[in-house]
């Protein structure tokens, strides 16, 4: 009996493995796609092979070579670092507030977080134009920095209210009974050990920020100061496209990201989920 | 007040130090936070209201208050209905694709009993919801242009010659575009419920097999159950996200063919970014803002009562 249970178990087993490979793969086989045709030869129609028959870097040096793709690489590069940033201290202090102190409005401005986590990008577009023509920020980077910093401040406070709580109140008492401040316990014990959540955190808001695309192309006028996303947009349009110099434009754009994700997708997990709403 | 002080306590010691008020330290910590969301959310929201009650004659530039005749005359405007019913059909369909097709996602991730592997194809399936949906629309419009389309290819290999361009035509377009659209993010809700699935105690799947449980059974009287509430609130946010979704729909149709992908977001932008009306834009953008909190209420609402 026994001996013909466990081989039929085995076989359902390696089946169910082989099925969830499979799905994983047809699920991202576009993307592949798209990372084999980044290097194909421009001078081979896509109509003669799903895959290209050889392959060449000459897409890549194409790009790399092209001071407004450069620019641009540079611009969002700029753009999702200082976002990063901006929230990264922001966040960190309000997911420490809201994880070390109880006070009156502690549950309101959660419900604050989570309506600006739903506020429509394009009403956001609209009154931040209007604010930044008011304001003679128009066509800079300062706009984009600062929506894209409060787009993802729920994220990174949520992220980062985990990290917080999960390291024990007694940590930091400790700390103080030493003498160190309130400042002085946090930088020196608790941010130390919550190096990996805050890496990651900043990681997806750079993430999220490289990505976006509709403030991108509402706030910027300049084509020297436009963003990647917005430089692709502009080119996908038109009519004769250099299709596989496009993609290795876009491929450039999403790879390394997609690096980094591998790394920290396990640490994000706690920031995006709607359970993040608690009192 | 100087008599309220207890006998005894001398007024040396007790008087400086109730001059300020003792402030919840909490506060100092949120308010970068709460100073961010007001200047960049809440102020020009009112701003937003504000302009919506406003009209403007182009050639002069002068604006007078209309009160709610920008809102009137807008609901009554057939475009804005089509792009009204077109919101509701592509985050409706967008949802129930990523709750469904994410929920069997999880329940065969769940199922995988080696974790390496299995934590290995959850990474990798994730992928498309880290790209840019920019780089989402360049693979879109080489799928659907002829002459680079895969898809073309193994159509005609099948020796079927029917032409794909389902993007052109005003029958099919928001539905591939919704197909886009679970198939970027589906891997994140599967995520989601895989988290909820996780934390089911084993036990009590052992214990519905031995009371005589199918699978089926077991899926319907343990599993959803269990991840019921995340469930439902996951799909009313996601409602929420998807009915203000713009990137793609605008690089790949820009609500085109004949106004068949106009969704409230495009139409919104529209106005604001092409047409520069101001006031409708912003009336249009406040609708959707109405309609995003007030689905959003209910889910809040909910979670308090638990």
Known sequence: ?279 | MFGKIAPGASAREELPKRRWPRINPGYLFIAPAVLLMTLLAVYPTFRGVNLSLLRTIKRTRETSYVGFANYTAMLADPIFRKAFKQTLLFSGFSSLGHIVLGFILALVMNAALNRRFMSMCRAVILLPWALSPIVVAIITQLWVYPLTSPITRVLRALGLSAEFAPLARTGSALWTLTAINVWQFTPFYMLMILAGLQTIDPGLYDAAKVDGASLVQRIRYVTIPHVREALLTSALFDLVTTAAYFDLIWVTTQGGPVRSTEVLATYTYRLAFWNMDWNRAATAGMILLVLCIATSAVVVVQMQRE
């Open chain 1, 1 to 279: 009996m026994r001996s013909q249970v466990v081989p039929r178990k085995l076989i359902l087993r390696s089946l169910a493995h082989i099925g969830i490979g499979a799905i994983t793969i047809l699920w991202v086989l576009p993307i592949l796609w798209m990372l084999m045709s980044a290097f194909r030869d421009p001078g081979e129609p896509f109509y003669t092979g799903i895959l290209p028959s050889h392959f060449t870097l000459v897409n890549f040096r194409k790009v790399l070579s092209n001071p407004i793709a450069v620019r641009s690489f540079r611009n969002s590069f700029v753009v999702a670092a200082s976002a990063a940033a901006v929230d990264l201290v922001i966040a960190s202090l309000a997911a420490y507030g809201f994880s070390r102190f109880r006070f009156p409005g502690h549950k309101g401005l959660q419900v604050m977080l989570l309506v600006v986590r739903l506020f429509p990008g394009v009403l956001l577009a609209i009154t931040l134009f209007q604010v930044a023509g008011f304001l003679n920020v128009y066509d800079t980077h300062i706009p984009l920095i600062l929506a894209n910093a409060l787009l993802n401040l729920p994220f990174a406070t949520w992220n980062l209210r985990t990290t917080f709580e999960m390291l024990p109140i007694e940590l930091e008492e400790a700390a103080w009974l030493d003498g160190a401040t309130r400042i002085g316990g946090i930088r020196r014990i608790l941010l130390p050990l919550m190096a990996p959540g805050l890496a990651a955190t900043g990681a997806f808001v750079f993430l999220l920020s490289w990505n976006e695309y509709l403030f991108a192309v509402s706030f910027i006028r300049s084509p020297e100061k436009q963003l990647i996303t917005a430089t692709i947009a502009a080119n996908i349009g038109q009519y004769n496209i250099d299709f596989t110099a496009l993609i290795a434009t876009a491929m450039l754009a999403s790879l390394p990201l997609l690096a980094v994700f591998l790394l920290i997708q396990r640490y994000i997990v706690s920031g995006l989920g709607v359970g993040a709403i608690r009192g």
